[in-house]
């Protein structure tokens, strides 16, 4: 099992990773493909098979079919491992996932067309300067990333309002402020998605992100 304490283990996984049947083997018990299989179909059950892969391996070298994934009331992934941390995102055929002995967040999207007020509605203009992008479509997709980790982390997921999100910026170094937590974020391209992932700032001179690809 993970074992380093001040590492955030980062995963992502494809959908090609998926195209060996050799792999649902090695990841998942019968009872959890039946559980899977029996409530999601199609690309909704792929993205929920690449997410749960990628939690699997961030907190697991080998012994993948025994991390246990379960959900609280607010439908936030939990780990039968003390103190542990998890996060766990996917969007159209990319699956990411988190773990690590602190609070952490992540977020996927794939980069796609939005109206102009999806934008407007969950950043200030003073948020959007900070970013460098032309294309405002990359924009958002980041600026939604980054506050959905951090929604994450919290435990609410999307049920907390972006608009009472505040994003910073100082020098390269992203951060967002809610409430009276400030979480340093960081989002990074990828083959047209915006992966990010989110921490309490405070711990940032600790802690190192650690990546793997699985495709």
Not at 58 to 67: A, I, L, R, T
Not at 71 to 83: A, C, E, H, R, T
Not at 122 to 142: C, G, Q
Request: proline share 2%.
């Amino acid at each position: 099992m993970f074992q380093e304490f001040m590492h955030m283990q980062l995963v992502v996984v494809s959908s090609s990773y998926l195209s060996d049947k050799v792999v649902e083997e090695e990841y998942f018990s019968s009872d959890e493909l039946t559980y899977l299989s029996g409530n999601f179909q199609g690309n909704k059950l792929r993205d929920k098979l690449l997410g749960r892969i990628a939690v699997k391996h961030s907190v697991s070298e080998n012994d993948f079919k025994k991390v246990i994934i379960q959900y609280n009331n607010f439908g936030k992934p939990v780990l039968d491992i003390s103190s542990m941390f998890c996060s766990i995102a996917h969007s159209y055929g990319l699956g990411i996932a988190g773990a690590a002995f602190f609070k952490i967040g992540v977020d996927v999207e794939l980069i796609r067309n939005h109206e102009e007020s999806l934008l407007r509605s969950i950043a200030s203009e003073e948020e959007i300067s900070l970013f460098d992008e032309e294309n405002p479509d990359t924009i958002v997709t980041k600026i939604w990333v980054m506050k959905e980790a951090v929604s994450k982390a919290l435990g609410v997921g999307i049920a907390y309002p972006f608009t009472d999100m505040k994003i910073e910026k100082d020098k390269k170094d992203y951060s967002v402020i809610v409430e009276c937590s400030k979480w340093f974020a960081k989002v990074f391209l990828r083959e047209g998605y915006v992966i990010g992932y989110c921490y309490p700032y405070e711990e940032i001179q600790k802690r190192i992100v650690k990546i793997t690809y699985l495709q």
